[in-house]
């Protein structure tokens, strides 16, 4: 589907440069804050005490966080889980607190509100199995990246293949700088969000890597930059469609989903802009500096038979 028809190409690598450098500078920045400020990571990965609620009606989740809130607690999550009725609550540790003495602070506070609540669990979870969930966590970051390397390595040439890792290496690690900086919390289903902004990134520089191969083929006259620059131009309105549908839902997760989705939807939106960023003006302009060529693409038939060639 084609919204919009785009008769001039559109200049993209004339700011290759300039674009690059921003994009080198955001990047170390975002190792710096990083390695400096690291993470505010959940109670899923540091730790701390799980009550389930049960309610006769549907839960009201913002007075059930007000209600927490008065009690001083800073760091928690409240969410429902399968049914309205049904929450669930995860709450810091707290030096000095048993879970217990949590479990029964929470209930009279809930209790204050609608006296039908009734707690159906308490656990504490230690540490040390917030330490597993996090290595387990970073397992499965470092698997999917390796895979995505593979990927790109069989798909592409090398050129192509070093410019596509790099590209989503850089989207990955800038959406993590911004949590680090702003101090955001980091949990499970922030990088389950992280992960999924690395396959979309993926997708969308093979496109454009996919459409420069296709015209290097086709348009053997033009010059390297403006095979990549019209290969951008012509992706674009399918560029606009995707990210534009996409980030409606995104928005909507942002906007109306909560604090349970909040930043899940906020790492969603960072990796959505910085995806199409990227793959325009860092897998492109990349591949461009590397020195990519029709040459590449076009492998140069091979004789039958060398000795005749020598003959002729």
Request: hydrophobic share 50%; with cysteine; glycine share 6%.
């Amino acid at each position: 589907m084609e919204l919009f028809k785009i008769h001039r190409t559109i200049p993209f690598m004339k700011y290759a440069l300039v674009l690059n450098l921003i994009s080198a500078i955001t990047f170390a920045l975002a190792v710096f804050f990083i390695v400096t400020r690291g993470f505010n990571l959940s109670i899923e990965f540091t730790g701390g005490t799980l009550v389930e609620a049960k309610y006769e009606q549907p839960a009201n989740l913002e007075k059930i966080r007000e209600s927490i809130s008065s009690l001083n607690y800073s760091d928690f999550q409240v969410q429902n889980f399968g049914t309205a009725e049904d929450v669930l609550i995860r709450l810091p540790i707290i030096e000095g607190k048993s879970t217990a003495e949590q479990s029964e602070e929470i209930l009279s506070a809930l209790k204050a509100q609608d006296a039908t609540v009734t707690l159906t669990r308490v656990e504490f979870v230690g540490p040390q199995i917030g330490n597993e969930l996090y290595q387990n966590g970073l397992n499965a970051f470092i698997f999917v990246i390796i895979g995505i390397c593979l990927y790109l390595a069989f798909r592409f040439e090398w050129k192509f293949a070093i410019s596509g890792i790099i590209a989503n290496l850089h989207d990955v690690v800038i959406i993590l700088g911004f949590f680090a900086f702003f101090q955001w919390e980091l949990s499970l289903a922030v990088l389950a969000g992280v992960l999924a902004v690395l396959g979309y990134s993926v997708n969308e520089s093979v496109v454009v890597m996919d459409r420069i191969r296709e015209n290097f083929r086709k348009q053997r006259k033009t010059s390297v930059v403006e095979v990549i620059n019209s290969s951008i131009t012509q992706t674009i309105s399918r560029t606009v469609i995707t990210h534009g549908s996409t980030q409606m839902v995104v928005l909507s997760m942002l906007f109306f989903g909560g604090p349970t989705l909040h930043y899940f939807a906020m790492a969603l939106t960072i990796g959505i802009w910085f995806g199409i960023y990227s793959s325009v003006f860092v897998a492109a302009a990349i591949a461009m500096w590397l020195g990519v060529k029709r040459e590449d693409m076009i492998k140069t038939p091979k004789k039958e038979n060398p000795a005749e060639e020598i003959l002729d």
